[in-house]
């Protein structure tokens, strides 16, 4: 027979030592981390769309607030904090559009109020900055702009004439994540962490930025009369967020919950009626948003449809079926009114992340990690052919209005164009960084390319001719840095970019001011965006 040892009998007699009394740090900022902080911080708190002006990320974020304190020590069933999380009302629960926290961090929540609402040790980690009389410099990397510009002997000094190329100490830049033409081709709408900058892209110059968005932006794209913008993005593993914009002032009209994971992809049904999102928690939703900026988006249905991250949704011409593609290898065509699933697309040993419908809604093109793009009859499921071209994997397809090209982003560093009835090569666009975003102009004429470096490329489709580099830059004190420059030098930029850039001429440091003069030309970056071919700079008198 066992029996415990008589030191074990000596333990359990011990009556166990009263548990510590929770505090903020140790306790109630890890709970908060995990499913209110990444709305709610300081870094947040000036964007009222995303954090309702209140910071859960410090104490003293806490304690203050926001219209009020939203506990009173001791009383934790009069708290508006635990209130908000535990009503019924979804319209008013925390997080919005989210599941509810789990009654554990309720509970630690209550047992903190009730027992005083401690702050207890903050750990090393959580230290405050030290504050310095000088604050230590950012590290910032060198962004190099190569230029055809070349000026003639002893105009900038006695080096040898060379190309110039500007120099900006404005590195690492985000990486440009998603590209989209308006549907009347005069905007460019441009995709980064933690903003949308849209561009005119008539002139190259940016009009406006959007950064009330949450962390990630993965996808923008314009609804079909140009009414509205959808902006996919989140954090990844802790909340997805979809937002839709009106594009006549810009103003948020609203956030689409219930995505529990980053939303990697957007798309419009051809009438403007619906919206579909895929997320990396392995759903695709369906959305109603046919009653425009008047009426709240509606759920129409979720797809369960993938066992695993959804990359990449596309509508059929008349809506009344979408594609989809996932990290489970396969792209499904389901009915968008019923759900079901008509067609599975499976010829992959790696994830399937990227997919395009034609506008004939006659063939259905997946491509992925597996850099081949695969050819489908969308009616039958019959696989045409396979495409090679790009080395490795493809992050975006898209074909033009007229179905008469394709063209992908690859993270070769190209983007490459194809026929889009035959799948033959047409060219190949080099950008030199992993690509992951590709949109053509409504006219067909123009491609736009964002990737890894942070830049946006814009070629001339039919000849393959680069029209100009655009880069954007984060608004400080207000203002955003901003460039667009033509490969023969042609420059317009923001003031303050202009005084920082360097310019050099092989291994000399021309005079900046004079290159500027030279090359400062917004008439003829316009131009080039328009499809003209500028000619070459001059300088000196």
């Not at 409504?442 to 736009?448: E, F, L, N, R």
């Amino acid at each position: 027979m066992f029996r415990l040892p008589a030191l074990s009998l000596l333990l359990l007699a011990v009556p166990a030592a009263s548990a510590a009394e929770p505090t903020y740090w140790q306790d109630v900022r890890p709970a908060l981390r995990k499913h209110c902080t990444v709305c709610h911080s300081a870094r947040n708190v000036d964007e009222p769309d995303l954090s309702g002006g209140l910071a859960l990320d410090s104490y003293e974020g806490i304690l203050k607030g926001v219209k009020g304190p939203l506990f009173q020590a001791g009383k934790s069933g009069d708290s508006r904090l635990i209130r908000c999380l535990v009503t019924d009302d979804v319209e008013k629960r925390m997080p919005l559009g989210g599941k509810p926290v789990p009654p554990e961090m309720v509970a630690v929540l209550r047992a903190w109020i009730d027992s005083g609402a401690k702050e207890g040790v903050r750990s090393d980690a959580e230290a405050a900055p030290v504050v310095t009389s000088r604050p230590p410099r950012l590290r910032k990397l060198d962004v190099t702009l190569a230029t055809a510009a070349t000026p003639p002997p002893g105009v900038l000094g006695p080096a040898a004439p060379a190309p110039l190329k500007l120099i900006l100490n404005v590195g690492p830049l985000a990486p440009v994540t998603a590209v989209c033409f308006s549907p009347d081709g005069k905007l460019l709408a441009v995709g980064a962490y933690g903003r949308v900058t849209l561009w005119d892209a008539r002139t190259g110059r940016p009009l406006r930025t959007l950064t009330n968005v949450l962390a990630a932006v993965n996808d923008v794209r314009f609804s079909p009369d140009g009414t509205l913008l959808a902006v996919g993005g989140g954090q990844p593993s802790a909340k997805g967020d979809l937002r839709l914009y009106r594009t006549s002032d810009w103003k948020l009209l609203g956030v689409l919950g219930g995505h529990e994971d980053v939303v990697n992809s957007v798309a419009f049904s051809p009438d403007g009626k619906r919206l579909a999102s895929a997320s990396f928690d392995r759903t695709v939703r369906v959305w109603d948003v046919s009653k425009g900026g008047g009426t709240p988006p509606l759920l129409e249905r979720t797809l369960t449809g993938h066992s695993d991250f959804v990359y990449a949704v596309a509508f059929g011409p008349d809506g009344s079926w979408l594609v989809s593609a996932s990290k489970d290898r396969s792209a499904k065509l389901v009915e968008t009114a019923t759900g079901k699933s008509r067609l599975t697309f499976g010829d992959r040993d790696q994830d399937a992340i990227a997919v395009a419908v034609d506008p004939a809604g006659s063939v259905v093109v997946v491509s992925g990690l597996e850099p081949g793009i695969t050819w489908w009859n969308a009616r039958t499921g019959e696989k045409l052919r396979t495409q090679t071209g790009h080395s490795v994997a493809v992050h975006e397809l898209c074909f033009s209005r007229d179905g008469k090209m394709l063209a992908s982003a690859g993270g070769d560093g190209t983007v490459r164009l194809w026929n889009g009835s035959t799948g033959a090569a047409l060219r190949t666009l080099s950008a030199g960084s992993m690509q992951y975003a590709v949109a053509l102009s409504p006219d067909g004429k123009v491609v736009a390319a964002g990737g890894f470096d942070g830049l946006v490329r814009l070629w001339e489709a039919q000849s393959g001719r680069q029209l100009a580099t655009l880069l954007s830059l984060p608004a400080r004190d207000g203002e955003a840095d901003w460039l667009a420059l033509t490969p023969e030098g042609y420059a317009a930029a923001s003031p303050k970019l202009m005084s920082g850039g360097r310019w050099t001429m092989g291994n000399a440091a021309p005079p900046a001011d004079a290159v500027w003069k030279a090359l400062t030309n917004p008439e003829r970056v316009a131009e080039a965006l328009q499809g003209k071919e500028p000619k070459a700079p001059t300088f000196g008198n």
